[in-house]
C-alpha cells in the first residue's frame, strides 16, 4: 500500500520569520556596509601602497590579468560599456532578487542562505577596515591602468567616483578593494541558483553570472585578482559560520521564550483565593473527626470545586430526607424503639464500655 503525505505549505517553513522583520534586517546590513565603507577610509598613502603591495605579488607569480582585461575593455566599448553597467547597478538588482526568490520559492533555504550572506558581509566590512586598499584605477606611477567608468562615463549615470552617481562620489569609499565583495555576492547568487534552481537555464546563470562579475570587477579596473580570490574566501568563511551561528540563536531564542512562558505560568497560578477542605481522618476504630486543611486555590480548582458541590447537592437533599422518606407506618416513632434498634443500641453500649 502507498501512503502518500501532502507537503506542508511554504509559509509553514518560515516559522517565526515574516517579511516585516526580514526588510529591516537587510536594510541593516546594506547599511553597515555603507556606513563602514564611508566611515573607514584609512590613510591613502597607505591605501595606495597596499595596492602596489599587490600588484608586485601577482605579478611575481604571473597572476595578473587585470591589466589585459582593462585593456580589452578600453579598446573596445562594446565591452567597456556594458561592463561598467553590469559594475554599477548588477549587485544592486540580483542580490536582493535572489533572496526574494528563495524566501517565497525555496523558504526551507532561506534562512541559512541570509545568515550566510550577512555574515561574509560582515567579514568583508572587516577586511575594508583592517587593510584599506586603492583599486588598480587609483595606483600612481604609471602602472598603466585607465578607468573605464571615467572613459565611458556619457554612456551612464556614473561620474569619475567609481560605481556613485554623479554628484554623490563623496558618499563612497574607492579604497575599499579588499575583498572584493562584487565578487562575494555573486558567488552566493550563483551556489543559489545552482544548488536551488531547477530548469537548467538557471544553472547556467549560476556558473556565467559569478564568472562574468570576476571579469568585469577586474577589466573595470576596480579589483586585483587577489581581491577577487580573497571576496571568494570571504564568501567560504561565511558558510562555515551560517549554521553554527543559527544553532546559536535558536539556543538564545528558546531560552529567552522559556523564560516568558514560565513567567506567564507563574502569573496565572497565582494564589487568587483560600478555601477550607474537609478531610475526614481516622480516630479509632469507629469515631472519625474532621480535620480542615488550607488548600491553593487557582481559576481552575475554583472551577472544578463548583462544579462537584453543584453534582453533590441533590446526593445531599436525598440522605437528608432518606430517613423520613424511608419510615414505614409502625416504625420507631409510632410504637417505640423495635428489636433492630435495640440490637444496634446494646452494640453501641458494648463498642464504648470497649
Not at 474532621?290 to 488548600?295: D, G, K, S
Not at 470545586?305 to 432518606?322: L, V
Request: glycine share 12%; charged share 20%; with cysteine.
Amino acid at each position: 500500500m502507498t501512503i502518500t503525505a501532502a507537503a506542508p505549505r511554504a509559509s509553514a517553513y518560515r516559522g517565526r520569520l515574516r517579511w516585516w522583520t526580514e526588510l529591516p534586517l537587510i536594510a541593516v546590513m546594506y547599511a553597515l556596509y555603507s556606513g563602514a565603507r564611508l566611515l573607514v577610509r584609512g590613510d591613502v598613502d597607505d591605501a595606495v601602497g597596499h595596492g602596489a603591495k599587490i600588484l608586485h605579488f601577482e605579478q611575481v607569480l604571473h597572476l595578473d590579468p587585470e591589466r589585459w582585461f582593462n585593456t580589452l575593455f578600453t579598446d573596445h566599448a562594446f565591452l567597456g560599456v556594458p561592463a561598467d553597467f553590469a559594475y554599477a547597478s548588477l549587485h544592486y538588482i540580483v542580490t536582493p532578487s535572489i533572496l526574494v526568490w528563495l524566501w517565497r520559492r525555496r523558504p526551507t533555504h532561506y534562512r541559512v542562505a541570509r545568515t550566510w550572506l550577512l555574515i561574509s558581509t560582515l567579514i568583508g566590512l572587516i577586511g575594508f577596515t583592517l587593510l584599506p586598499t586603492a583599486p588598480p584605477r587609483l595606483l600612481t606611477g604609471g602602472h598603466g591602468f585607465i578607468d573605464t567608468m571615467a572613459q565611458y562615463g556619457d554612456w551612464g549615470w556614473w561620474g569619475t567616483d567609481a560605481s556613485a552617481p554623479r554628484g554623490m562620489g563623496h558618499l563612497t569609499n574607492e579604497y575599499a578593494a579588499m575583498p572584493s565583495l562584487h565578487v562575494g555576492w555573486s558567488l552566493w547568487c550563483g551556489i543559489q541558483l545552482w544548488r536551488y534552481g531547477r530548469n537548467p537555464l538557471l544553472r547556467v546563470l549560476g556558473v556565467l553570472y559569478p564568472v562574468t562579475t570576476a571579469i568585469v570587477v577586474m577589466g573595470t579596473a576596480n579589483h586585483y585578482l587577489m581581491d577577487v580570490a580573497a571576496g571568494v574566501a570571504v564568501m567560504g568563511v561565511g558558510y562555515v559560520l551560517a549554521r553554527p551561528s543559527l544553532r546559536v540563536v535558536d539556543v538564545l531564542q528558546a531560552r529567552a521564550r522559556g523564560a516568558r512562558g514560565a513567567s506567564a505560568a507563574a502569573g496565572e497560578g497565582t494564589l487568587t483565593g483560600a478555601r477550607v477542605a474537609p478531610v475526614l481522618v481516622p480516630a479509632g476504630e469507629s469515631a472519625r473527626r474532621t480535620v480542615t486543611l488550607p488548600v491553593q486555590v487557582t481559576r481552575d480548582t475554583k472551577d472544578a470545586g463548583n462544579s462537584r458541590d453543584a453534582g453533590d447537592a441533590p446526593a445531599a437533599k436525598e440522605r437528608a430526607q432518606g430517613p423520613a422518606a424511608g419510615r414505614e407506618p409502625g416504625g420507631d416513632d409510632e410504637d417505640g424503639p423495635g428489636p433492630d434498634a435495640a440490637a444496634r443500641g446494646e452494640h453501641a453500649g458494648r463498642g464504648r464500655m470497649s
